[in-house]
């Protein structure tokens, strides 16, 4: 560790003795999992959230996070080892401050980082002598010195002596039954090598691995180069699986048969585009930094056109399996199986599906969703409430379209209806797939 100060040396002592008070910014995906983790390790957690809602919620032991369970947030919040307010004044009593808030896309695909400057004014405001800020919402590299820093420094407090500023990527994988915000090694770069030291200090009470590595700007690009690298390759086999079609060869029977090559291959699959919080939006983070500094970045946005135009690939799979039935899109009953972004979890941001709805909406087609995970669909102007799986609703479906694949979904009913199936994520059992 490099030479501490005093106020570095008395928050890793109260880091020590489990009296810091943690403060987390943004109570969503990332920042309640988190909170849970350091109030399992025997800290007070005080959550901060502008959602009067979430606040609320919280505070009565209700969680509004799949990942977390209500009666284990209920356990910590009757040992008051977690609060949530929406006074952001009380910034000031935390030790450490995490922030978790969100980063979209403004509509022409720039960074929207209006809620990582709302958040930093907030700390800025209360900020004092001893306290830890970490920024881990996904960003550009550069954010946390170039935006942040400026900021908490104009307070007149220096960093790395009177306040320590870091940045870490949350790598939460929602539903991942194995890997949690506990056990994935957590990558942490600082301003300072005390702001990282402190940080790297404060998370190992209470994660698995840390990772430190000499820089801010080093951990915000770890995050973004793994998301590229999903982007990228699920681009790649996204086109893979258009090749294939047009070579009538089996896409998966491809993909499973390379993927026994036990070096250099790591497998891939392709589906009706890509959703979520972050594999759309993060690697244009980085393109758009990129463009400020004249450079394209190539990969990323070639990924990102194929990905976005896999929803209009299937919407033409469907039109033609209707079509060898004699059938045309307009009037046809379309049942759309799966609508949360990815497999076993309810979350419908950026799900290929909206478009997929949205486009065969357009051709005219009456289309129905069912998704045992997501019991209404509203968004992007699409509003929907998922209909049962029964025999009789997969007879009224002139085609059934997968998009997503839950594990609690009966594909073996879907398999013997009389509907046309389009199968985008090879759920089907028993059969070689053509689209
Ligand atoms: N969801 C994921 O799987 C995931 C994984 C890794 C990284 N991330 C990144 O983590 C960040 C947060 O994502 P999320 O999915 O948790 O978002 P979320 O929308 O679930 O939660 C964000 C919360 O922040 C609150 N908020 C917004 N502005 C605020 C402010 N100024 N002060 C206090 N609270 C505020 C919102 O009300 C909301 O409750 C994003 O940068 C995202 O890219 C997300």
Redesign the pocket.
Known sequence: MSAPSPAARDLIAKVDQRSALIGI???????LPLAMEFAAAGFRVLG????GR?VDGLNAGRSHVQDVPSAQLAVHVRAQRISATTT?SRLAEPDVVSI????PLSKTKDPDVS?VI??TD?VKAALRRGQLIVL????YPGTTRELMLPALSSTGLKVGTDFFLAFS??????GNPKWNTHNTPKVVGGITDTCRDVAVAVYQAALERLVPVSSCEAAELV?ILENTFRSVNIGLVNEMAIVCDKLGVDVWEVIEAAATKPFGFMKFTPGPGVG???IP??PHYLAWKMRTLNYRTRFIELAGEINAEMPEYWVARVVDRLNERGKAARGSDILVLGVAYKKDIDDVRESPALDVIRLLAQRGASVRYHDPHVAALRADGVDLRSTPLTVESLRAADCVIIVTDHSDVDYGLVASASAAVVDTRHALPGKTRKA
């Not at 901060?48 to 959602?51: G, I, L, N, R, T």
């Not at 978790?100 to 980063?103: L, R, S, Y």
Request: net charge negative; glycine share 10%; aromatic share 8%.
């Open positions: 910014v943004g109570l969503g995906y990332v920042g901060f959230d502008v959602d979430v952001l978790c808030v969100p980063t809620y709302a958040a907030s881990e919402s996904t960003t990527p949350e790598r939460v994988d929602p995050k979520g919080h972050c939006l993060d």
